[in-house]
């Protein structure tokens, strides 16, 4: 059975850098294959994989959607169509694959192709022993409910009293979402002083989590991201990665 990680906190703690990472700690441990998704609209995972991703679920909806409304859907369903071109911008890489939401190109909302895609993963995931979902800023995906439960809930904030306040607010709406998870790890990203807050214990006690990391401020991790490098090339030995190997423990 194959086990669900979703990655979420506010826009710009890192999320994309903490899901690319981690993925490359499991494909040093042989957990392989695994399925990247990419469900924030900038979609920016690829680039942190070193891969190119060509077709997202927002631009095959609309290309169905533009194909159904000129009548060029002829001998296959409109829901048949959408999963065939969601599949086929499935990017295969060496110990992994990537799905990527991406954004709707024209009006309307995402809720048609969030219910084929909430199937798609349904039905490959079983191919994965590990699926990392890496959302958009705050809860939005998962709400959506393109996935129904989780193996591992991470939080990510930075260490500001501010980032500390929403990393609570999103474990607060994920209860109020009814969301279910199997554990829950919080983390605080790019600590300068080398230490987790004060506020850690209090926040740990009051949301339960499983547990809790603090990764370092680290050069070599804000150099890959400023020049757009894949992060499975990052060092191994990295003070971040190794922290990182924590979730997979």
């Keep these: 059975m194959s086990k669900l990680i979703a990655i979420t906190g506010k826009g710009g703690v890192g999320k994309t850098t903490i899901s690319a990472l981690l993925i490359k700690n499991l494909l040093a ?38 194909a159904a409304s000129s009548g ?9 169509m ?19 939401m991406g954004r709707p190109e024209g009006a309307g909302c995402y809720c ?6 909430k199937d798609i993963i349904a039905e490959i995931s079983s191919q994965y022993p590990y ?11 998962l709400s959506r409910r393109i996935v129904q439960k989780v ?34 790890a919080l983390v605080v990203n790019r600590l300068r002083a080398g230490k987790l807050p004060e506020r850690m214990g209090e926040i740990r006690e ?5 547990i809790v990391i603090g990764l370092p401020d680290d050069e070599e991790v804000a150099r890959f991201a400023e020049e757009s490098w894949s992060f499975l090339g990052i060092s191994e030995g ?12």
């Design 29 to 66: 441990a042989g957990k392989t294959p695994v399925l990247a998704i990419d469900a924030d609209p900038n979609s920016c995972l690829d680039a942190a994989l070193g891969v190119k991703v060509t077709n997202t679920v927002g631009r095959a909806r609309e290309e169905v959607r533009d």
């Design 72 to 80: 060029a859907v002829t001998g296959i369903s409109k829901n048949e």
């Design 82 to 100: 959408l999963q065939m071109k969601i599949e086929q911008g499935l990017v295969e890489a060496e110990g992994f694959d990537l799905i990527a």
């Design 112 to 117: 048609y192709a969030n219910n084929v895609l």
């Design 131 to 141: 699926v990392v979902l890496d959302n958009e800023a705050g809860l939005e995906n």
């Design 151 to 184: 193996d591992l809930l991470v939080l990510v904030s930075d260490a500001s009293n501010a980032g500390l306040n929403t990393l609570v607010r999103l474990w607060e709406l994920a209860g109020e979402m009814g969301m279910k998870y199997g554990k829950l």
């Design 206 to 210: 009051k949301t339960g989590a499983d």
């Design 238 to 249: 990295n003070g971040v990665l190794e922290k990182i190997k924590e979730l997979i423990d």
